[in-house]
């Protein structure tokens, strides 16, 4: 398990919706996401990965769970607030093999840098 957190200029409620529904994941995630009820449909250059939204409060965090990951496993999007700045932070956690976290972050830089520009910030 590893957390990557990132400064989004950008309200909480807008940030989640960009997390948790297909259009605003489609947008920066992947190139097209379907929902059918708890289970999204991620499809990059024709190859689709299914995965369930295991748990989510509104504005606050939501958690999805790749059909290949173990029960253990999931990816999550936390939405926090700086106490100092008022600044919202995306806070990602995720699971890697050891040797594969650099490229897993690297990965998750390039994604949020995408949703950064998407969101304006």
């Not at 024709?46 to 409060?57: K, L, P």
């Not at 509104?58 to 106490?83: A, C, L, T």
């Amino acid at each position: 398990m590893f957390t990557v957190e990132y400064p989004v200029r950008c309200s909480p409620a807008i940030l989640y919706e960009f997390l948790s529904t297909p259009n605003g994941l489609q947008e920066w995630f992947a190139d097209k996401v379907d929902q059918k009820e708890d289970t999204f449909y991620f499809s990059w250059n024709s190859a689709t990965d299914e995965a369930e939204r295991v748990g989510f409060e509104e504005n606050e965090f939501v958690r999805y769970r790749w059909e290949y990951y173990g029960d253990e496993e999931f990816f999550e999007f936390r939405i926090m607030q700086s106490p100092v700045t008022n600044e919202t932070i995306l806070q990602i956690t995720d699971f890697a093999d050891k040797t594969d976290v650099k490229d897993q972050q690297q990965l998750w830089n390039t994604q949020v840098s995408d949703l950064k520009h998407r969101i304006g910030s």
